[in-house]
């Protein structure tokens, strides 16, 4: 049975592949827009000056451009564009995502330079979640649970809200927001492929015009997406996966995407913990996020960010697997997979307080 399920999920997804030579020369346009837009980005940036601003969080020094985004979401929503006015039947289902995108980016952008209060952000990221979730797009059911339409409402605005923070949060390493994003939207992009093409579609132009900004984002990154650029990819890893699809897939979908996002979203839990603890405001920057206390332990920001792409790439391999496994078994594996990423965290923070304890008491002989 499952050999039958692997067999069709290969000839399925090859034949996406086959039939869809236009995705793939979009695909092609996006990466380009993004890959020579952004040396022009740096270029503005730098006359400008329009640098990453400094903080707790931050761990580079100098300066760095931003707006890496403009680069991406402009490649992103050009070949987005050209493949709505080609498949006529895609335009009604995509309407609510790049009208509440467009609201989330623009307003991250006005964010990198004015610094917005933390209540007006969060009121800007409501009413693009409304968008999403009153066009009907929202999380129906987990597993054979059906969600009365009011709480799967109330349940899909706090998870669009809680992945763009946690976007948000988790850039603080070069490439990292980026090469996780870059994963999960391929994985939504082979999930869809199957029986919802248009979607599929959509998550590879994202992943398309991401490789082209990280080629600049990767170590020593020379641009850095900014604000506007994090919460558009959180709200789009947010939103994308609220198409309808297959009756597995929407049997298991929460928890799929629950584990999909568990590296950035658990370290914001962990964050607004420690903050709310410390008795701080939950928005306030500091350097415990997961990078930090990784390079902590010892690791270079460059091996934290592949250990965390590795583990990121395992999760969304064991997520594909899930979904060729009957009902609770598939559950059961998800609940399984999300436990080991939290233990995983527990021990990065077991080891990361060893360390700082080493080092205080270092400083303290010296002294």
Known sequence: MQGNSWELFINLTLLFVRQNHIVWWLCALAFMISAVLIPIIIVICNKRKWYDSLDERKIHSGNIPRLGSIGFVTGFVVSAIIYVLIKDDAASSFIPFVLAGFIIF??????????????????????????????????????????????????????IIGVINSFNLIDGIDALCGGLSSLIAFTCAVIYARNAPHSATICLFLVASLLGFLLYNKPKAKIFMGDGGSQFLGFMIAA?????????????????MLN??????????????RRLREHRGIMTPDRAHIHHKL?????????????LLFVQALICLSCCIALYLQGTSAIIMLLANYAVIIVLFSVVHYLNRRALVAKNKTETIVS
């Not at 309808?244 to 928890?255: A, G, H, P, Q, T």
């Open 106 to 159: 623009l307003f991250g952008i006005i964010d990198d330079f004015r610094n917005l209060r933390a209540l007006f952000k969060l009121f800007v990221q409501i009413i693009a979640a409304c968008i999403v979730v009153f066009t009907n797009h929202r999380f129906l059911r987990i597993g054979s649970f059906v969600i009365p339409t009011p709480f799967s409402w109330l349940l899909t605005m706090g998870w």
């Open 240 to 256: 994308l996966p609220l198409y309808k699809s297959s009756v597995n897939f929407e049997y298991n979908k929460f928890l799929v």
């Open 260 to 273: 999909l996002v568990a590296i950035p979203t658990i370290d914001c839990i962990a964050a607004i913990i």
């Open 295 to 307: 390079m902590n332990i010892g690791f270079s920001s460059t091996q934290v960010l592949l250990l």
